[in-house]
């Protein structure tokens, strides 16, 4: 409007100066109000399609944000997705690694059956150490005879002989972590089915009473069930929820795994 007066006060001059007719000059403003009209329709014409591109471009953004929270949430229940997979994966292959008992795992640790101790190995372990425990027996009945000069009757010396055994069987075990001197010596250990030291209740249990049971009678036929199972275990492993591993396979597996 400021410009429209301006242009008034400019042709008005111009009028007094040439003489100009009052029709022309109102023709003259008429054409540049109605140019101004258009010059502001103009500019709010670009002004509504500035405002219209801001909004496009501020929807696409927002598109484009959808689109990648909807990108994302989908990598985040693929990748749930497949930890579930590798959770259940992993269980079974517990289940399958582990032998099958009533054990309730926490934290397990894998004890993977080839690391079992073969039975053989076990045998001549067992051997060993029934000849360490044999020895035992007869020092220290040599000893009560050589003091007392009293002979034991074989109804007596039979349970306290194999009572000896099975104490040797049991604080050699437990004190050693799992270990005899007998599996010392061919690098067997004895250990729970979720892979660490035994406790001494399972010591208690697995080389003392369950031991002594199976010395006393004819259950140690029953030692070869040893050499025709998976996790190659015997009575006692399977009553007291024990595995034996070969250390020396133990070995060589986790150096496998180091390098994988």
């Known amino acids: 409007m400021v410009i429209l007066t301006m242009v008034r006060q400019e042709h008005i001059i111009s009028m007094e100066g040439s003489k100009m007719t009052e029709k022309d000059t109102a023709k003259i403003i008429d054409e540049l109000i109605e140019e101004e009209v258009n010059v502001e329709?103009?500019?709010?014409?670009?002004?509504?399609?500035?405002?219209?591109?801001?909004?496009?471009?501020?929807?696409?953004?927002?598109?484009?944000?959808?689109?990648?929270?909807?990108?994302?949430?989908?990598?985040?229940?693929?990748?749930?997705?497949?930890?579930?997979?590798?959770?259940?994966?992993?269980?079974?292959?517990?289940?399958?690694?582990?032998?099958?008992?009533?054990?309730?795992?926490?934290?397990?640790?894998?004890?993977?059956?080839?690391?079992?101790?073969?039975?053989?190995?076990?045998?001549?372990?067992?051997?060993?150490?029934?000849?360490?425990?044999?020895?035992?027996?007869?020092?220290?009945?040599?000893?009560?005879?050589?003091?007392?000069?009293?002979?034991?009757?074989?109804?007596?010396?039979?349970?306290?002989?194999?009572?000896?055994?099975?104490?040797?069987?049991?604080?050699?075990?437990?004190?050693?972590?799992?270990?005899t001197l007998g599996k010392m010596i061919l690098s067997l250990r004895v250990v729970e089915v979720d892979g660490s030291a035994p406790r001494l209740s399972t010591v208690i249990v697995r080389e003392f009473f369950l031991r002594y049971v199976h010395l006393f009678s004819s259950l140690y036929i029953l030692y070869v069930v040893t050499a025709f199972n998976r996790y190659k275990l015997n009575l006692l492993d399977i009553m007291a929820d024990t595995v034996v591993i070969d250390q020396q396979k133990e070995e060589i597996y986790q150096l496998g795994q180091m390098r994988i």
């Open 41 to 179: 329709e103009v500019n709010l014409e670009e002004t509504v399609e500035e405002e219209l591109n801001v909004e496009e471009i501020v929807s696409e953004f927002d598109r484009e944000t959808v689109e990648e929270k909807a990108t994302m949430m989908e990598e985040v229940s693929s990748e749930e997705e497949r930890s579930r997979e590798f959770s259940n994966d992993e269980e079974s292959t517990v289940n399958e690694v582990l032998p099958k008992t009533k054990f309730k795992k926490k934290n397990p640790v894998l004890v993977p059956n080839v690391i079992c101790a073969g039975f053989w190995r076990r045998f001549w372990a067992y051997l060993i150490d029934l000849f360490l425990g044999f020895t035992i027996v007869n020092i220290i009945l040599g000893l009560s005879f050589g003091l007392t000069n009293i002979a034991l009757p074989y109804m007596l010396e039979m349970p306290i002989s194999l009572t000896i055994i099975a104490l040797y069987f049991t604080l050699t075990t437990y004190f050693n972590k799992g270990q």
